[in-house]
Nanobody, 121 residues
Framework: QVQLVESGGGLVQAGDSLRLSCVVS????????MGWFRQVPGKERAFVNA????????FYADSVKGRFTISRDNAKNTVYLQMNTLKPDDTAVYYC??????????????WGQGTQVTVSS
């Protein structure tokens, strides 16, 4: 089975930066488009950004454009989420996901367990 494990979350101040990592095992990482999502208690899971298998195509939610960057290292089976200029509204559990197409509305096949990001004002 395919497993995804996120790491790098924590408590930071507004304006700070964090980098999340997601390591994929049990499958061929280069076959998957990868995406990041986030969820706040009581709200629906929201798309953050996504990257194609080769890294040539990316998609970003408007709320994070210019602040967040998605990247991948196929040699390390890892996708990253670099978050800069963090805001309190970015507080959420962040999940990585693997699928066939790097699209906000595509059904992703595999999900990690999430990592908490908390931004204080």
């Amino acid at each position: 089975q395919v497993q995804l494990v996120e790491s790098g979350g924590g408590l930071v101040q507004a304006g700070d930066s964090l980098r999340l990592s997601c390591v994929v095992s049990g499958g061929t990482f280069s076959r998957y488009a990868m995406g990041w999502f986030r969820q706040v208690p009581g709200k629906e899971r929201a798309f953050v950004n996504a990257i194609s298998q080769t890294g040539r195509t990316t998609f970003y939610a408007d709320s994070v454009k210019g602040r967040f960057t998605i990247s991948r290292d196929n040699a390390k089976n890892t996708v990253y989420l670099q978050m800069n200029t963090l805001k309190p509204d970015d507080t959420a559990v962040y999940y990585c996901a693997a699928g066939t197409v790097a699209d906000p509305h595509t059904q992703y096949d595999y999900w990690g367990q999430g990592t908490q990001v908390t931004v204080s004002s």
